[in-house]
C-alpha cells in the first residue's frame, strides 16, 4: 500500500469525521476532514486530495453535485461515496457516474480498506 497519501473525509456527521480519520491513519494514509462540500472546495486540500470519502446527502450542496463540481473544474480525484441511504438502486447510479465505489453505512474496516485502495489505484 501507498502511504501518507492524502484522502479527504466529506460529511456533516460528526462521529464519522472523528471515527474515519483515525482508522485511516491507523492504514497508513494522511487525513483531513470537512463538513461540508463547500468547506472542502474552499480548501487548499482539494488538488493534494487522491482519494474522496464523499457523504452522499448533506445540508447545502450534496456528495453528487461536489462530484459534479470537480467535474467541471476537471479535477480527477477518485470518489468514494459513503451513506446511510441503503437504497441498492443507488449504487449503479454513483458508479455509472465515475464513482470508484459506493459504501452503505455502516461498514466494515476490510470494506474501507478495499475500496480507499481501489480508488488510489484509479488516481
Same mark, same amino acid.
Given at each position: 500500500m501507498v502511504a501518507r497519501q492524502l484522502v479527504s473525509v466529506v460529511d456533516d456527521d460528526e462521529s464519522v469525521r472523528e471515527s474515519l480519520p483515525d482508522l485511516l491513519r491507523e492504514f497508513g494514509f494522511t487525513v483531513e476532514?470537512?463538513?461540508s462540500a463547500e468547506e472542502f472546495l474552499a480548501s487548499e486540500s482539494v488538488? *493534494?486530495?487522491r482519494c474522496l470519502l464523499l457523504d452522499i446527502?448533506?445540508?447545502g450542496m450534496s456528495g453528487p453535485?461536489?462530484?459534479v463540481e470537480l467535474a467541471r473544474q476537471r479535477?480527477?480525484?477518485p470518489i468514494?461515496?459513503?451513506t446511510a441511504n441503503a437504497d441498492e438502486n443507488l449504487r449503479? *447510479?454513483?458508479l455509472e457516474s465515475g464513482a470508484v465505489d459506493c459504501l452503505?453505512?455502516?461498514f466494515t474496516e476490510s470494506a474501507l480498506l478495499a475500496a480507499v485502495t481501489l480508488a488510489l489505484r484509479a488516481a
Open positions: 476532514t470537512f463538513a488538488a *493534494q486530495t446527502a448533506m445540508p453535485a461536489l462530484q479535477r480527477s480525484i468514494v461515496f459513503i449503479p *447510479q454513483l452503505f453505512k455502516p
